[in-house]
């Protein structure tokens, strides 16, 4: 484990386990390009499915992080999934930017209380989700992550782990333990 990690016993990604990020972006992408898509319709975990380059992408994105802490849409079933790890050490790991996490902290904090939830937690930024925090999913005894791309190495050192199901990372349910939050 790096400095400054701290043991964590469930650990959680944020956008696309609690937070609905794909349905906020589309409805700012819908609005902004009179477009219609549902989150359904992603098949790509990056998005690319838009008639967007990549740049108009990841400010969608930094749009959402900004988005008001009561306007943020979350998932009913996640807050559940962290419900019933009420009383463990609780870390959620995200690629958003540190510089986003008094934003981040906000929401997650909104949706708590909205939630009747106490928790402590920790919020531990990465820019690979992997290599740099690969101790604390190695020791954690049990997480949840969407990312097609992610979920499969994070497996390869420690099984007991869950894919959050999306539309975008269908391939994998049929080869790793899959959890719906929609």
């Known amino acids: 484990m790096n400095e400054g990690e701290r043991m964590c016993e469930v650990i959680f990604d944020i956008d696309g386990v609690v937070i609905d990020i794909l349905t906020m972006i589309l409805d700012i992408y819908n609005g902004r390009y009179k477009e219609d898509y549902k989150s359904s319709q992603i098949d790509n975990w990056d998005l690319s499915d838009l008639s967007l380059e990549k740049e108009g992408i990841f400010e969608l994105f930094h749009e959402i992080y900004l988005i008001p802490e009561e306007n943020i849409q979350y998932y009913p079933m996640g807050i559940d999934l962290i419900k ?39 919020i531990y930024n990465s820019t690979t989700k992997y290599d740099d925090f690969e101790g604390l999913y190695r020791d954690c005894l049990i997480y949840y992550e969407d990312s097609p791309k992610i979920f499969p190495m994070l497996y390869d050192i420690n099984k007991n ?21 929609c």
């Open 84 to 122: 019933k790890y009420e009383d463990k050490t609780i870390a959620f790991i995200t690629g958003r930017d540190r510089r986003y996490n008094f934003y981040t902290k906000r929401s997650l904090d909104h949706i708590f209380e909205e939630n009747d939830l106490d928790i402590s937690y920790a």
């Open 161 to 181: 782990g869950f894919l959050v199901a999306h539309n975008y990372n269908r391939e994998l349910w049929d080869k790793f333990p899959t959890v719906n939050v």
